[in-house]
């Protein structure tokens, strides 16, 4: 079967519509696009769930902020069809913004507290907000069984979580691990706006999160282990540091004496135009608990 865009709700309702009445199951991998092989094996991991796979290609401008990459965020659509294509995929849904968004939309959706005022939500002010709006959509106009999200976002896919659990949105939110470059970069979108010297300089980040996990799960005290991580970024050339943390695995809560249950370090760093994330779990992973 090969893939089929469509470009309206209408139509990504028809084709379930379809696939529910030969009682398939049903799996959405939500994207902005930009495809590369760490979005490949969230559709893998959707095969493993469901019989047919639709990815969402959506630039949702409602997630980024006034100055940051909106506009000049890649926009590849045929290439991405192609590698979707070669995947498997069933289906690629890819909206514009005023079939999301038309004429007279009112309606937020926002997560409160701890969970999205920190990390990336503390640099990003109304980035989750944006994020759930459009996730909530793109779960209720495709009604799939279940959502993968990757972990690189972990904290994004926290506030998913919570958003539909507490919208009753029975759709099963499912987790997928960082993938990696050969050399430890975390697949990202953006790595695409880095320069070959700025390209070589980016592992840093993956490799400066496993000394502090390889420390820190031995009960070792954070303070010095990040205050030598911050060290180590900057002098790579990364500046600045928007934050170098270790939280709860699950609440996002902060740690800053010893690791003493499942948690989670997170980085955000800017190289150049970039903007880099990563995690690393540190103790059992309970992201897809
Ligand atoms: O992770 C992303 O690519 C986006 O935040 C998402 C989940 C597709 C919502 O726009």
Redesign the pocket.
């Known amino acids: 079967m090969s893939l089929t865009t469509v470009h309206t709700v209408a139509d990504l309702r028809a084709a379930v519509a379809d696939w529910r009445a030969k009682g398939l199951r049903i799996a959405l991998v ?3 696009g930009a495809l590369h092989d760490g979005h490949v094996s969230l559709t893998k991991l959707a095969r493993e769930h469901a019989d047919r796979v639709i990815v ?1 290609i ?3 401008p409602t ?1 980024f902020g006034p100055n940051e990459d909106f506009s000049a965020y890649p926009r590849t659509l045929p290439t991405d069809q192609k590698l979707l294509d070669e995947a498997g995929v069933e289906l690629c849904f890819a909206p514009s913004v005023d079939e999301m968004y038309p004429d007279g939309f009112a309606t937020k959706v926002a997560v409160d507290g701890a969970m999205t005022n920190v990390l990336c939500g503390a640099a990003r002010p109304g980035h989750f907000d ?2 759930a709006q ?2 909530t959509k ?1 779960l209720l106009q495709a009604m799939p069984d279940c959502a993968i ?2 972990q690189k ?1 972990y904290q ?1 896919l926290m506030v ?1 979580r919570r958003f539909s659990a507490d919208l009753n949105i029975p759709v099963k939110i499912i987790g997928a691990k960082i993938q990696r470059e050969a050399d430890g970069l975390a697949m990202s ?1 953006r790595n695409r706006y880095l320069t070959t010297s700025e390209r070589a300089i980016a592992p840093t980040l993956n490799r400066v999160l496993g000394s502090i996990t390889a420390e820190a799960v031995k009960g070792t005290e954070l303070g010095p282990l990040l205050a030598k991580g911050r060290e180590d970024i900057l002098s790579a050339g990364f500046d600045p540091i928007d934050y170098l943390e270790v939280r709860d695995a699950q609440t996002l809560e902060l740690i800053s004496d010893k690791v003493e249950k499942p948690a989670r370090i997170f980085v955000a760093a800017r190289l150049g135009k970039a903007r880099l994330i990563d995690n690393h779990a540190i103790n059992p992973d309970v992201s897809d608990a």
């Open positions: 939500p994207t902005m969402s959506f630039v949702n997630q944006g994020v459009v996730v793109l999200f990757g976002d994004q998913i979108s």
